[in-house]
């Protein structure tokens, strides 16, 4: 039987974390956003401000539901204070750090609660291994900005209680979202399909066959919303890197997911992107 679920907790407030704790509290759940660092928090709740403002000003959403959403989200730097019945960790893709994170979290919540994980391209079998309850932990996969993209992968690792994976699917559907099942492999299915759109564009400007702008221009013209470099700018460049480390480890160094020595060099300069305000394009004016 599917767990009802109430109160949700999100680790982790960058990029993914405060889109996803903004979708969760305008869906009418209780939600506790948690960030080590304050200025995180600060940042996710001027997200959270500026987005539903913007909503009610294009019509799409009322002034009551704009109040009702920011009444249930709230922010904490106290980890002891995340007790809910579903954990959605949205931390640097990073094993280790996942593990860090949630073995503490398992610990002092009930038996029953959902720990689900935002991860873009780390094994669900491989998080939940390092846990007590496996058969709590599942992928809950949304992509980017989550308040706005439809898609959610519900990913089902080697342990995961089937209950578990219905419960998540159910909490995408009450968010609003199209939730897709999928088993546990590198990359799930959108990372794997889209970790060439990203490569293959910095392979072709590697060789200076086009430079970003016009690869940009070029795929946009041929029909997609954004160019790979754009893209890579809005998700971050060093997580974009982070995700093709993590690819092309998991599938054995097969040479189709080698990194980017153009990625490791806007990672080693600290050229994240948006958020830094420098990626492939400039941010700054
Ligand atoms: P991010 O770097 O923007 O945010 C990570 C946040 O985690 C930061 O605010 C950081 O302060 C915080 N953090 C670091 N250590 C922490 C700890 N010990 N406890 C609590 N918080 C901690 O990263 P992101 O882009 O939001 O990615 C998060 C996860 O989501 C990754 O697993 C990534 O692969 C996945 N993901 C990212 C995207 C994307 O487009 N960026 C899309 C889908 C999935």
């Known amino acids: 039987m599917s767990k009802s679920i109430q109160k949700i907790a999100v680790i982790g407030g960058g990029v993914m974390g405060r889109g996803i704790a903004l979708t969760a509290a305008r869906a009418g759940y209780e939600t506790i956003l948690f960030d080590i660092k304050e200025e995180m928090l600060e940042k996710a709740d001027q997200y959270a401000q500026k987005f539903l403002a913007k909503s009610v000003t294009k019509g799409k959403m009322s002034e009551e539901a704009r109040s009702q959403a920011l009444e249930k989200l709230s922010f904490s730097t106290d980890s002891t204070a995340l007790i809910a019945d579903c954990l959605i960790e949205a931390v640097p893709e990073n094993l280790a750090l996942k593990h860090k994170v949630l073995t503490p979290l398992e610990a002092q919540n009930a038996p029953d609660t959902i720990i689900a994980s935002n991860t873009s391209t780390i094994p669900i079998t491989r998080i939940a291994a390092g846990l007590e309850r496996p058969q709590q932990v599942v992928g809950m996969h ?35 979202k199209v939730p897709v ?90 050229h994240y992107g948006r958020k830094t305000g420098k990626g492939f394009y400039d941010y700054t004016s």
């Open 181 to 270: 099942k999928t088993k546990d492999a590198p990359g799930f299915i959108v990372n794997r399909v889209a970790r060439q759109f990203y490569l293959e564009a910095q392979r072709i400007l590697q060789d200076q066959t086009a430079d970003h702008a016009a690869i940009d221009r070029l795929m946009k013209s041929s029909g997609f919303r954004m160019g790979p470099f754009e893209l890579m700018d809005l998700i971050g460049i060093e997580t974009n890197h982070e995700v093709s480390k993590s690819m092309y480890e998991a599938f054995f160094y097969e040479e189709r997911f080698q990194p980017s020595l153009v990625q490791q060099q806007k990672v080693d300069a600290g």
């Open 142 to 176: 949304f992509f980017n900005p989550a308040p706005i993209m439809k898609l959610v992968e519900v990913i089902s690792g080697a342990a995961t209680a089937p209950e578990v994976t219905d419960s998540v699917f159910s909490l995408a559907q009450n968010m609003g």
